[in-house]
């Protein structure tokens, strides 16, 4: 599955009914790019004005092509190319109105997975023709990126024996086999064996040959992301994060952010941060990547907003340690407190807003206390993080001081706790009426500005925002 988020994906579509269904892919898949017919279409990512040609080009560069279009006209497109199997891209055909999840090639590239990726979007069952496929759960030709198949001429005949009823059993660590439905039994005669690049126990040639065995090679993926979990719930996690987390060897971040996508966990290992040293373990996380695992440093809401992102950053270029240069690093983002809390109330944050931590152990009070008063007099919206701990509980009244120096006690506020987690609270205030014990570290408040509305909703409760006109 970690095969195909890597490659690109190109989504073609013919006619501009077709457009909001391609839009639908393309914002699933970070390197997917809509393709739309010239004078047909319009809003795509890139026009293109002959078909076939941009098909067959798309298609001899390896990219993966999804088809808004019906599968006979992808098929004769491309079928003057199709001589090798083993390099061939996934092609699937969608049925306009997302009712049909065609793969068509590729099953050496996953095309069974993206079809299953993008079945899921329209809620229908993919059309998997391929037997182990289907079988098994598991495409034992299309392994994830971090994994080789050295004797793929020997995986017709392995494979033909399992769906004939053979049993297999596996020898080393294969996490994306682990939910598949494969005949399993220790005695079994098919093998399915892991190696580690550089144990020097698979070479192909040693191999070759033995249909009874197919061998994997694990290869060092170097890979560090950074990524955010959202505030708590796993509908607010990503599709990207998820994936992320799923394919790592290893994940990294405090116990309470770690207890949020335990759920995920197959056989990942874990590092669990104890105290505050954070610098140091963002080394950490670059050291385990540079000895080749895949490590996923998990942050609560966004990791660029007062997180793990920017102390990795900055332990990279104090450091500038040679052996982190080859590492693959991704920054995945999150739903951050602020837009969670935002989404309960309706719209604070519509207009100009900013976003200023409390905490004082990485800035002085000084600096925190002109930034509210200068976005207090800019009347700005503000996002209040980490208003209260145990040890800080002064803070908060003094920015509600400097906070009514220029607004008003009226001034509506957002105090919202827990989101996403068990004990949700959300509750809307004035500033004036803000009190220290309605806040603990794990709330975030909103500030209105000087236009922020509140008004009745039906159901007794309010919402909150603040209108985009400002004049
Ligand atoms: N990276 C996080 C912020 C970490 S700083 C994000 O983007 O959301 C920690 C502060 O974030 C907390 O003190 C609190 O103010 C806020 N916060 C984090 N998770 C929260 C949650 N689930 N509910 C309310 N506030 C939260």
Known sequence: MAALTSSTIAVIVLSQASIPIARQIVNTFPNATLYGLEHRTHGADRAFTQFGETVRELFSQGTAIVGICAAGILIRTVAPLLNNKWQEPPVLAIAEDGSAVVPLL???????????????????????????????????????????????????????????????????????LVESQLPIAPDARLTIKITEQGDGS??????????????????????????????????????????????????????????????????????????????????????????????????????????MAAAVFEVLERDQKPDWSAIDLQVCPGISAMQAAAAQVGAPLGHDFCAISLSDILKPWETIADRIAAAAQADFAIAFYNPVSKTRTWQLDKAKALLLNSRSPDTPIVLARNLGRPGQQTQVKKLGDLAIDDADMRTVILIGSSKTRVIDRADGGVWVYTPRRYD
């Open 106 to 176: 590729g099953g050496l590239q996953g095309v069974n997975d993206l079809a299953r990726q993008i079945a899921a979007i329209f809620e229908v069952a993919p059309a998997i023709t391929t037997s182990g496929d289907i079988r098994f759960r598991t495409a034992l030709l299309a392994p994830p990126k971090e994994y080789r198949l050295l004797n793929p001429d020997d995986a017709k005949t392995f494979l033909a024996d399992l769906l004939a009823g053979a049993t297999v059993k596996i020898e080393g660590d294969a996490p994306w």
């Open 202 to 307: 698979a070479e192909p040639k040693g191999s070759a040959g033995r249909a009874d065995c197919l061998v994997y090679q694990r290869t060092s993926i170097k890979r560090l992301a950074i990524v955010g979990t959202g505030p708590g719930s796993a509908e607010w996690m990503s599709p990207q994060v998820k994936e992320v987390l799923r394919s790592a060897t290893d994940w990294i971040g405090y116990q309470t952010y770690l207890n949020l996508v335990e759920p995920l966990r197959t056989t990942q290992r874990l590092h669990v941060f104890d105290n505050r040293e954070e610098l140091e373990r963002a080394a950490l996380a670059l050291d385990l990547a540079a000895e080749g695992r895949s490590v996923v440093m998990v942050s609560s809401g966004d990791p660029g907003i007062y997180a």
